[in-house]
């Protein structure tokens, strides 16, 4: 199991809080599974991937308090460029993201220098050479707490009993949601067990503009305020794209190979995980034409 790919227990989408669970902040990165042994570190995604080269110079720095252990947890990534004066260094996915796709050592360590990546874990699967999978979550917290003390790459994800205020606290700060855990349940690799760990995204909305469409393959370019903000992939109801179509043939205004561009006149409501760092929808959902 220790420094091999293995594919961790996924989430179940939620819509509602649970008041007899543990909460806490979904953070906004990827998926990382740690592997730590005598004090040598290598992360890899949820898909098996390594991501190792990417994050050295902040993996290499990473000490825990035993001599072998499997954590799972999250990477992100904060912009020490932008950071506001007097205020904390805000994570961003797009960070996350660039560091996820830069595999070059210089590029590497100079994208380490604006940015930080840091690794929240929420649970251990492994310690000192014995699984820890069949044991509840709290026991699993337990050994997390005395392993991985508060530090500049690895902090243990705080957890909180109540997931409604936690909820609410997260969309007013444009956060993507919460997690929740069943304290009393266990761990299964590769899988999406029901009623053990669930997440509820904080959607965001907004009223935006259809002004272009993809010629070969469904995509609609949306913009608010005459300013682009990214691409709708997902496609609506059929009734929806038939209705759109049919007046888009009346309001197009040019084209390319790739594009074909209309008066930006028909208005939609989309549901949206957050911005990204250009002011961009994150993964927009169609919800409705406005009327």
Not at 75 to 84: E, H, T
Not at 160 to 185: H, I, M, N, T
Not at 233 to 256: C, L, S, V, Y
Not at 278 to 286: N, V
């Amino acid at each position: 199991m220790l420094n091999q790919p293995l594919k961790p227990m996924l989430l179940q989408p939620s819509q509602t809080i649970k008041p007899d669970w543990l909460a806490s902040l979904k953070w906004d990165g990827f998926r990382a599974i740690i592997h730590y042994q005598d004090g040598k570190t290598r992360a890899f995604t949820r898909e098996g991937n390594e991501i190792t080269a990417s994050f050295f110079p902040e993996l290499s720095q990473l000490k825990l308090n035993c001599r072998s252990a499997i954590l799972d947890g999250e990477c992100i990534c904060f912009d020490l460029l932008n950071q506001a004066p007097g205020q904390p260094p805000k994570a961003w996915w797009d960070d996350a993201m660039a560091r996820f796709h830069t595999k070059k050592e210089a590029a590497v360590k100079k994208a380490a220098q604006t940015m930080r990546a840091h690794f929240p874990v929420w649970d251990i699967l492994f310690l000192d050479g014995k699984p820890l999978l069949n044991k509840t979550f709290l026991e699993r917290r337990e050994h997390l707490k005395a392993v991985a003390g508060p530090a500049d790459i690895v902090s243990v994800t705080p957890l909180y009993d109540d997931g409604e205020q936690l909820f609410a606290r997260a969309k007013e700060l444009g956060l993507e949601g919460v997690v929740q855990y069943r304290p009393d349940s266990f761990y299964s690799l590769d899988a999406r067990p029901r009623n053990v760990w669930e997440k509820v995204k904080a959607y965001q909305y907004a009223t935006v503009q259809v002004s272009s469409m993809k010629r070969n393959e469904f995509g609609w370019g949306l913009s608010m305020g005459g300013k682009y903000v990214g691409v709708l992939e997902f496609p609506p109801p059929a009734a929806e794209r038939k209705a759109f179509f049919k007046i888009a043939k009346q309001i197009t205004r040019g084209e390319n190979k790739d594009w074909i561009f209309v008066d930006p006149v028909i208005s939609c409501t989309v549901k949206f995980q957050c911005f990204t760092k250009d002011g961009k929808l994150r993964s927009p959902k169609f919800e409705a034409f406005c009327t």
